[in-house]
């Protein structure tokens, strides 16, 4: 295994050392061995999705990793004891084994598996380990849910429909090789990032006997119970079997109010729909409470503004006195789950930029269990989850500077949790990552906001000593960095740069007003955040300011432009899959009314002028730093046509550039993990071709 890792890390570096033809680019051969690589994204493993079982004793999760010989993500189930002893893999092999859910009586397991080429569910019963598949669904399976009684699971999957015709196809004669007939489309979400473009079809619920037989569709109708994007309806059944809960936008204008989902209940007998919640806006994530008399959900008023925070609401089990449970929190709430006894709801949130799982009674009343769950491989965190026993014993996914992709168990009200699931320990033991610390500065902006970040300085930092520069920047524009481990950042200061990444305004989990700064405003006054921020760690000592450079992804692209449009104090910058004429952007990309009612007031016909004044396409005459432009050609978030404008404006402008076009990636680049390898090693070789020595 190591030698096939060795010789795709030379490969790798060969590529780099071939695409810029400099002595300096053989930087990426020279690794030291002790410090964490780019092929180490092969060797690193995430466990996410931690399952307790119903008596509170094991724990079954699924572990992440990838394929160094065929170039694939990989994901199998592994199972642990509460106390962290006897940690092993209960399925093994190429075949994506995910979404773990026990029975109630703790038996069996049901889970999503490609084993047979296809994602279909699957039972593994716990006593003997056999396994059995119980769909051949068409369309992958999603958003499994055992009935109470343990005797079936209710799923949603997609419903293939005809779509538009306009005549009968052409007769092709006996024999002859035509080209493939042209495709229509009439919805206006026709592609999306990660999926392509859509086949005709809605989401449906259904529902298959846990011993199997065909499944039994619940559902009916051209209306899609989820989303054809890939968003299930969140099943939750009812505690005496006879119905399901769950969220959905089933509103005739979904296209165009595709946040407006509500929360219905649907009777298992035979498929009728009643409608619970009534408001413009999202309802989602219902939970039912034990004794089946209240729902909890998440939500806000849609006032149509860049960033919202989500509540917690209660209602009766009828839909009927729904109020805002008043945590006194101005953050997101997401992921609710039911106390055993009743007594109240567990939920994750963001709070400057740390993932907390927390405790609110109902009569507002909250307090926090535990912090730092999260389980990604970028300081922008997401994927957190956790679960919860009978008696109060808890796992979730956690995630620090230093550690990467763990689980941890705990009791609530019982001190700290413990970390029982390390995969990545022996690794980080072998190469130690660079240190983390926060940072608190003032804006140069006029309001002088507090903006929080977080450095990270090579393993064998020195402080009398000159180190390279990176501002990274985070996408969204609406999310936030943390102290969570980031392998891309480590990867730069493991090459001997600080790092310094950063919340500025527009991050979420400092409020909804800080988060608000940048409606109608973007990219704005987040330069003078950014730009501070350099200021301030260069205060430090240990920069050395010939060579700062900046690179960022998505949102943290646009910025990146931003800045050196707005500075020439950078040696040379990497924008990753950015938006550059957001006109064009509004009407290419796969989330169109988000840009013309959500991030503009109007459409680009209506306010050109706005579209035009924020568009880093129209600043770029002021551009002299040498730009790299990265993108997927699958990339539908940010489409490759946008990076195209930014590069071939820059060689209009005859300003030192590249363009690197990723086959087969959507949005993100690391669809692959040579890919991801590829990006990392491509900055820092354009940053070290443009370094001053």
């Given at each position: 295994m190591r030698n096939h890792l060795d010789n795709l890390a030379q490969k790798l570096s060969l590529a780099a050392l071939v695409l810029f033809l400099l002595p300096g680019a053989a930087f990426a051969q020279q690794q030291r061995s002790d410090r964490l690589t780019p092929y180490d994204i092969f060797r690193l493993q995430y466990s996410v999705d931690p399952q307790i079982s119903p008596d509170g004793r094991r724990i079954v999760y699924v572990r992440q990793s990838a394929n160094v010989m065929d170039d694939t993500r990989e994901s199998n189930l592994w199972i642990v004891n509460f106390d962290g002893s006897d940690d092993r893999a209960l399925t093994s092999g190429h075949d994506n084994d995910t979404s773990p859910r026990w029975s109630p009586d703790g038996t069996r397991i049901a889970y999503l598996s490609g084993a047979d080429g296809h994602t279909q569910i699957y039972v593994r019963w716990m006593d003997t380990g056999q396994t059995a598949r119980l769909t051949n669904m068409e369309t992958g399976p999603a958003d499994i849910s055992w009935s109470p009684d343990g005797k079936q699971i209710g799923f949603n999957a997609r419903v293939h429909t005809a779509g538009p015709r306009l005549?009968?196809?052409?007769?092709?004669?006996?024999?002859?090789?035509?080209?493939?007939?042209?495709?229509?489309?009439?919805?206006?979400?026709?592609?999306?990032?990660?999926?392509?473009?859509?086949?005709?079809?809605?989401?449906?619920?259904?529902?298959?006997a846990a011993d199997g037989g065909a499944p039994r569709q619940v559902s009916r109708g051209d209306v899609s119970y989820g989303s054809a994007t890939g968003g299930g309806p969140s099943l939750v059944w009812s505690t005496d079997g006879k119905s399901l809960i769950f969220s959905a936008n089933l509103h005739?204008?979904?296209?165009?109010?595709?946040?407006?989902?509500?929360?219905?209940?649907?009777?298992?007998?035979?498929?009728?729909?009643?409608?619970?919640?009534?408001?413009?806006?999202?309802?989602?994530?219902?939970?039912?409470?034990?004794?089946?008399?209240?729902?909890?959900?998440?939500?806000?008023?849609?006032?149509?503004?860049?960033?919202?925070?989500?509540?917690?609401?209660?209602?009766?089990?009828?839909?009927?006195?729904?109020?805002m449970l008043s945590l006194k929190l101005d953050r997101d709430v997401n992921s609710l789950r039911w106390a055993g006894d009743g007594s109240g709801i567990y939920f994750l949130y963001d709070d400057q930029g740390d993932t907390k799982l927390a405790f609110a009674t109902l009569d507002g009343g909250m307090h926090n269990i535990t912090q730092h769950v999260g389980n990604t491989a970028n300081a922008g965190g997401g994927g957190a989850s956790f679960s919860f026993g009978p008696?109060?014993?808890?796992?979730?996914?956690?995630?620090?500077?230093?550690?990467?992709?763990?689980?941890?168990?705990?009791?609530?009200?019982?001190?700290?949790?413990?970390?029982?699931?390390?995969?990545?320990?022996?690794?980080?033991?072998?190469?130690?990552?660079?240190?983390?610390?926060?940072?608190?500065?003032?804006?140069?902006?006029?309001?002088?906001?507090?903006?929080?970040?977080?450095?990270?300085?090579?393993?064998?930092?020195?402080?009398?000593?000159?180190y390279p520069f990176i501002l990274e920047i985070h996408g969204g524009p609406y999310g936030n960095y943390g102290d969570?481990?980031?392998?891309?950042?480590?990867?730069?200061?493991?090459?001997?740069?600080?790092?310094?990444?950063?919340?500025?305004?527009?991050?979420t989990s400092y409020g909804e007003e800080f988060s608000n700064l940048i409606h109608h405003a973007y990219p704005g006054d987040d330069f003078y955040d950014l730009n501070s921020g350099v200021d301030a760690v260069i205060a430090k000592g240990y920069v050395d300011t010939d060579n700062l450079f900046v690179t960022g992804g998505s949102g943290g692209g646009v910025l990146t432009c931003w800045m050196v449009d707005n500075t020439q104090?950078?040696?040379?910058?990497?924008?990753?899959?950015?938006?550059?004429?957001?006109?064009?952007?509004?009407?290419?990309?796969?989330?169109?009314?988000?840009?013309?009612?959500?991030?503009?007031?109007?459409?680009?016909?209506?306010?050109?002028?706005?579209?035009?004044?924020?568009?880093?396409?129209?600043h770029i005459k002021n551009v002299t730093t040498p730009t790299m432009i990265m993108v997927g050609e699958e990339d539908f978030r940010t489409p490759a046509s946008e990076s195209e404008q930014y590069y071939e404006a820059l060689k209009l402008l005859k300003v030192d550039t590249l363009l690197v076009r990723f086959p087969g990636e959507p949005h993100?680049?690391?669809?692959?993990?040579?890919?991801?390898?590829?990006?990392?090693?491509?900055?820092?070789?354009?940053?070290?071709?443009?370094?001053?020595?």
């Open positions: 005549t009968d196809p052409p007769h092709v004669p006996t024999g002859a090789k035509w080209a493939d007939p042209p495709r229509m489309f009439d919805s206006l979400v026709y592609r999306f990032n990660g999926m392509g473009y859509l086949p005709p079809g809605t989401t449906q619920i259904f529902l298959v005739p204008d979904v296209d165009f109010n595709p946040s407006d989902t509500e929360v219905y209940e649907m009777s298992v007998a035979d498929g009728g729909v009643r409608q619970l919640t009534q408001r413009m806006g999202p309802d989602n994530g219902p939970a039912l409470s034990p004794d089946g008399k209240l729902i909890a959900y998440t939500g806000y008023d849609d006032k149509f503004q860049g960033h919202q925070t989500t509540h917690m609401y209660l209602m009766n089990r009828d839909g009927s006195d729904s109020h008696r109060g014993e808890y796992a979730s996914t956690t995630s620090l500077p230093d550690n990467p992709g763990g689980i941890t168990a705990g009791v609530a009200g019982r001190g700290d949790p413990r970390l029982i699931v390390e995969p990545n320990h022996e690794l980080i033991a072998q190469k130690p990552l660079g240190k983390v610390e926060e940072i608190w500065w003032d804006s140069s902006a006029k309001d002088k906001r507090k903006i929080e970040g977080w450095i990270i300085k090579p393993p064998d930092f020195n402080p009398s000593k000159k969570r481990f980031d392998v891309e950042k480590q990867l730069y200061a493991a090459m001997g740069y600080v790092v310094l990444y950063s919340n500025p305004r527009g991050s104090r950078f040696r040379a910058a990497a924008s990753n899959y950015p938006v550059i004429n957001w006109t064009s952007w509004t009407l290419t990309a796969d989330i169109p009314i988000i840009g013309s009612r959500y991030w503009f007031p109007s459409a680009p016909w209506v306010v050109p002028d706005q579209y035009d004044q924020r568009s880093v396409l129209m993100g680049l690391s669809r692959k993990p040579s890919h991801q390898m590829t990006k990392v090693m491509y900055v820092a070789a354009w940053f070290e071709k443009h370094k001053k020595k």
